[in-house]
């Protein structure tokens, strides 16, 4: 917990050191480290993994940006329906997938989120495709804060990791996150034991649904961009290199990997167009040297106690 | 006594393919006593604890406990009325801590109550011998000490109905010794069905005995019984020795 705490703390402390530039980009990483905290339930708690998670983002995102633009809702019930409609296609989704297992669940889940991607784009009228649709300035305020200032947008990242951060930290203590783990290490095990294997498991998709759909919204809310790029298969394997960057299966994983990523590729491009190249040779360095993510290999061979 | 038997199953059958693995076995299992399952490689054993604790579904048969039909219900439901299994092939949490394995094998019941859950956990890792590696990683632990964890996860859930495995697969001489004397132990509050090679372990601590040969019941009786079975002596006694 003290952990936890020091990291939220030091990314209070970033918004009063950082140049504006990295503040933007530190709001920008808090709202995808979400997202990657999302993915990492279901991937490095349950070792379930899913190709298809920006379907549960992009629920988010349109379940926020449509509602408000359409129904004309302010932001907090806007937010609510765009959990609320992550988590209902989580449910569905993984009523169906939840019955296969390994390569047939990526399968699956890919095949739903090319499904959501088609959908959007088949709505054009309401969702303006690929192109998108902007959320208006106007429409972006929470209890009289406008939340498209720098500052604002800061803070209002921050606190909505915060709560995800110390959630998610929550539920991986509780009996809950350890039968989910129990099931990430053997399956079979953990039914002979009398846990229902696949009712956790499709609750941890729910969870792991709702909170990237979390992230989507927030997204919407605080860049006021709501589009159909969000919910292609690209936006599916980020989460998956970054939780497998940062280290699957530990709390603060997904945010290192969202950081690392980030400024790997923002540096890099800084020096060459072939910034994606060096990215990618970054990556499989990475994944031999480090297979367990940068916090899962400090964990193995410094830091044992870490969540 | 009443309620002699607490398990008891009915023309229980599987053919795999056209093997017959299991055919029309009426077994009954006795109340408070140790039965002992044994018969060559492949007569099926392990196919019918499986359709027992229902990790393998029947071709046809039933399954009864404590008086109550459970056919149709799935593995995790039988264990939560309060059988325990353990693997003949070792199957334990490989990533986790040995505290952790039995923790969560305790956890089912005792999740709620995080003393009562620590403590049961301690004990059972005291009782079976695991103290001092209790911080070590499963996957770590020899392979006798792996069966021994698997041991303790079936300890941990306080069982009613406690089915084995084979648990004495590569265990050595002095831990068969004390896998035989945590067995008496246990029997009385815990009915205990054993499937086991080892004939030492059998005699020591089986208060019935049934045998199967090719997929069915060949003999069922108290030990002495069993000895004395010519069938018996002439298809596995007269064959095997200690497997
Ligand atoms: N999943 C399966 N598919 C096909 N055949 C199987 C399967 N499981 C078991 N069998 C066959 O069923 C028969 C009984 O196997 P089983 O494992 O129950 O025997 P066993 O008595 O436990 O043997 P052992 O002492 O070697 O453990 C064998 O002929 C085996 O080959
Ligand atoms: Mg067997």
Redesign the interface.
Known sequence: MTLHIAVLVVLLGLFFVLPAYHVGAFSRIMVLAIYAMGYNLLFGYTGLLSLGHAMFFAAGMYGFGLTVNLFGFSVAPAFLTGIIAAAALALIVGYLALRTAGVAFMIVTLMFAQTVYLVILYFGEYTRGDEGFVVQQAQRSFAGIDLTGETERYFAALILFAICFLAVAKLVQMPFGKRLVAIRENEERARMLGYDAAKLKLHALIISGAVSGIAGATYGLLFGYVGASFSTVQYSIFPLLWVLLGGAGTTIGPLIGVIFMFYLIDISSGYTDAYLLIAGVALVLLTLFAPLGLVGTLRKRAFPWLP | MAAVNVLETKGLTKIYGGVEANLDIDFQLRKGQITALIGPNGAGKSTFVGMV?G?TLPTRGTVSFAGKDISHLP???R??LGMA?T?QIT??????SVY?NV???A??KL??DKTALAQKTTQVLDRIGLTDRADQTAQDLSYGHQRILEIA?GLA?DPTVFILDEPTQGLSESEVDDFVTLMKSLAGETTILLIEHNMRVVSETADYITVLDQGQVLASGTPDEIHRNAAVQAAYLGTTSDA
Not at chain 2, 91 to 96: E, R, W
């Open positions: 604790s990790r593995a995790h439901k264990m939560q299994y693997f199957s334990i949490f490989p990533g986790l952790d923790d969560l094998a956890g089912r999740a709620n996860m859930q």
